[in-house]
């Protein structure tokens, strides 16, 4: 029987919820696995092609785990988290430098003129970075000294809404990340997921654009490049962010 080569672990420190995790590189089989299910995304149309790509992202971290980061729950850590993680094990396993292919907006460079051509461009993934935007707040004043208190959306929040129409899964996920509500007298905490809904059916407008803003502002992956089309010669700005932009 061949020897079995011990992998390297490291420690990483999660952005949202502050836990610290060990983590291992991924192996070949592994980054098989990983590759069809990237296949997948991209063509993705049905709700199971959808749920078989998470799964596979969420099976492939949750066997890089540490046997001492028993205690994590994948489904239950902010999404924010589940995408540095991967982006960790990417660094960690296959190395910091992404190949991409970028062309212009609609085929239009940044003068009006028409170039189709895909000028190659490598991205170093140790440069991407967690944005914390410094309006971002978790506890969200609607006036009469009522406080909302919002948790981040996980996995599994984004995954029960999915079949969903927009303003059903815009409702939904609001409802999903209020964690609870607390006043000068108590902590409202024991609440069913319609009273929520309705809760949030009846606030003003002014009040759910401050819930709206918890969204826009949550921490994120993100990267902004600057790149020269090899064959125009123009200058191009483009800005990724979050999971798919980086790794589908």
């Given at each position: ?8 672990t ?29 296949e ?27 046997p ?181």
């Amino acid at each position: 029987m061949l020897p079995k080569i011990p992998l390297p672990t490291y420690n990483i420190e999660l952005p949202a919820s502050k836990k610290s995790i060990k983590i291992r590189p991924y192996t070949v089989a592994e980054e098989k696995l990983l590759l069809i299910a990237m296949e997948s995304a991209k063509g993705a149309k049905s709700e199971k092609d959808y749920q078989d790509v998470v799964d596979a992202y969420k099976n492939l971290i949750q066997a890089c785990l540490s046997p001492n980061s028993d205690n994590i729950k994948l489904e239950e850590l902010p999404s924010i988290d589940i995408e540095y993680i991967f982006l960790q094990l990417r660094i960690k396993s296959v190395g910091e430098i992404v190949e991409l292919n970028l062309r212009h907006n609609d085929g239009v460079n940044a003068i009006g003129e028409k170039c189709d051509h895909v000028t190659p461009y490598q991205l170093d993934l140790s440069t991407v970075e967690v944005e914390f935007d410094p309006e971002h707040k978790k506890e969200i004043d609607i006036g009469n000294d009522l406080i909302i208190v919002m948790k981040y959306p996980t996995v599994n929040t984004l995954n029960n809404l999915r079949g969903s129409s927009e303003i059903e899964n815009f409702h939904e996920v609001i409802a999903y990340c209020v964690d609870y509500l607390y006043d000068k007298e108590q902590i409202y905490n024991d609440f069913t997921k319609t009273e929520i809904r309705d809760f949030i059916s009846n606030l003003t407008k002014q009040n759910l654009e401050k819930l709206v803003t918890f969204f826009q502002t949550q921490p994120k992956l993100t990267k902004t490049i600057k790149y020269t089309c090899s064959k125009c010669k123009q200058e191009e700005t483009v800005k990724f962010e979050g999971f798919f932009d980086f790794f589908t």
